[in-house]
């Protein structure tokens, strides 16, 4: 029997598909298991109600394209892998989600402020300082999280030593710390990670950004002679497209004013949760990994938490209410005033003037309307078409702060794939890539949104006179039409 056809999955992305015993086992652990109750939109069905697939969903399919590229690999170039290689790919891809958060990047950046905060503000006469005793952040990213758990979750070690695998190899790859010349395969500008999320994103919210040509692309992967993974020259079109579909997806799904508005006050409900005693710190985190309740902390816990903060508070903290309600019954806060600018990521120093000047601005409005300050949201996001920009060398290996991105960016061939010496240079270094062009610009957004009164007896009105009182105090503002 085929190694990877073991067992096999039925998905309304990539149809029906084989997966080996060892991921079979580890889609069966209750640590993994919980991603089927962690969304991969966050709050993005509230707005396209078929998108709310899991995170569960996503990394098996991620694990099906990493497989589906190393085999390509293979049929283009020289560079073989063995059995347990392309499982130790295969495997990385479908840990990759691993250690996300209920509602995702929302909590995390929560958590990473405010536990960071907490850091900075204690001393010897203000409680326990777990930094003290601990190597750990006071708050894991969900990369780090993800780390901990390979490395102490009891069911995840018992199926890795049962097929011969050990946690610190699938840790490596996982964590890029042993990169190897596949890396890139689960963590690049095009990634399995990507092309799944896409299509998977496309297909559940019923819009055609998503829509790349990953059969395509999946099967033109190949290695250079230096150990670069590039794509055949035929493939280069197709790689432009799936980094501008990319762009319009994140636009129009993660960046809709609606979707941001909800998550803006998600992230203030769950600063308020942690604020009255959930505890989410890296050492929490690690209890919670060490006796298996992690399995059950996923986005139906954070939402039980909410409701029975709601039911709790009564009129202790309106605001808090206000905003528990406003995600709860998708009651969103209204956008108010909105900047979307394609510019040079030189101009990055002028946005920031910018959005520091909108921030010390919403305090003098919220006097003069008599809106509690804490009911305004100033959203604020940078979006590139590509890791780097043209404008910064890819050939360099200087170790600084672009190594990273320089090693995760799309490389084409410039030679035959079957030439000994194969040659390859990033896609944005080639004259007829559209990337050339666009890699060294990208997305300004700001916007601001406000819960408007609930006894308001006419809100549009109000709206239109928040609306004019902004755009008059800041006439020079590069407010969107």
Not at 110 to 130: E, I
Not at 148 to 154: A, L, N, P, Q, Y
Not at 403 to 426: G, M
Request: hydrophobic fraction near 35%; proline fraction near 4%.
């Amino acid at each position: 029997m085929d190694t990877f056809h073991f067992s096999r999955i039925t998905d309304p992305v990539h149809g029906t598909f084989g997966i080996s015993e060892l991921e079979s086992d580890i889609l069966s652990t209750p640590v993994f298991q919980r991603l089927h109750n962690v969304k991969q939109l966050g709050l993005a069905h509230l707005v396209y109600p078929g998108a709310g697939y899991s995170r569960f969903a996503h990394s098996v399919g991620a694990c099906h394209v990493a497989g589906r590229m190393v085999r390509a690999i293979a049929h283009n170039c020289a560079h073989q892998l063995d059995e347990h290689q392309i499982q130790l790919y295969r495997l990385a891809a479908l840990l990759h989600d691993i250690g996300h958060y209920p509602f995702s990047h929302a909590m995390e950046h929560v958590l990473q402020d405010h536990y960071k905060a907490a850091q900075f503000l204690s001393d010897d006469s203000f409680g326990p300082q777990t930094s003290a005793i601990s190597e750990d952040p006071p708050a894991f990213d969900h990369e780090t999280l993800g780390r901990k758990i390979i490395e102490v979750d009891e069911q995840i070690g018992q199926v890795l030593q049962r097929h011969s695998f050990t946690r610190e190899e699938i840790k490596a790859v996982f964590s890029r710390e042993t990169p190897g010349v596949l890396s890139n395969l689960v963590s690049s500008d095009l990634d399995c990670d990507r092309l799944d999320y896409l299509m998977r994103t496309a297909h559940g919210a019923g819009i055609p950004y998503g829509g790349v040509d990953a059969e395509y692309l999946t099967t033109q992967l190949c290695i250079d002679s230096e150990g670069h993974l590039c794509l055949t020259k035929k493939a280069l079109r197709a790689a432009d497209h799936f980094l501008v579909s990319r762009y319009y997806d994140y636009t129009q799904v993660a960046y809709h004013k609606t979707v941001v508005g909800l998550e803006q006050v998600l992230r203030d409900v769950i600063s308020g949760l942690v604020s009255r005693g959930l505890d989410c710190s890296s050492a929490a985190m690690r209890r919670r990994i060490s006796d298996g309740s992690i399995s059950a902390f996923d986005d139906q816990a954070i939402v039980s938490e909410m409701r029975n903060c709601l039911n709790d508070l009564g009129d202790q903290d309106r605001i808090l209410s206000r905003k528990l309600k406003s995600v709860l019954r998708r009651e969103a806060p209204k956008l108010i005033a909105s900047s979307e600018r394609i510019a040079p990521r030189s101009e990055e120093h002028a946005y920031l003037n910018n959005v520091d000047q909108l921030k010390k601005s919403v305090a003098q409005w919220a006097q003069h309307f008599s809106i509690d300050p804490r009911l305004w949201h100033l959203w604020k996001a940078k979006l590139n078409l590509t890791k780097i920009g043209s404008t910064v060398s890819t050939g360099s290996t200087i170790d600084d702060e672009f190594e990273e991105e320089r090693q995760q960016v799309v490389r084409i061939l410039t030679t035959d794939p079957e030439d000994p010496a194969s040659k390859s240079k990033p896609l944005i270094e080639h004259d007829f890539a559209l990337m050339k062009q666009l890699s060294d610009v990208r997305l300004y957004s700001m916007r601001l949104y406000v819960h408007l009164p609930e006894d308001c007896a006419n809100p549009a009105q109000l709206r239109q006179e928040i609306t004019s009182k902004i755009k008059s105090d800041l006439q020079f503002f590069p407010f969107s039409d």
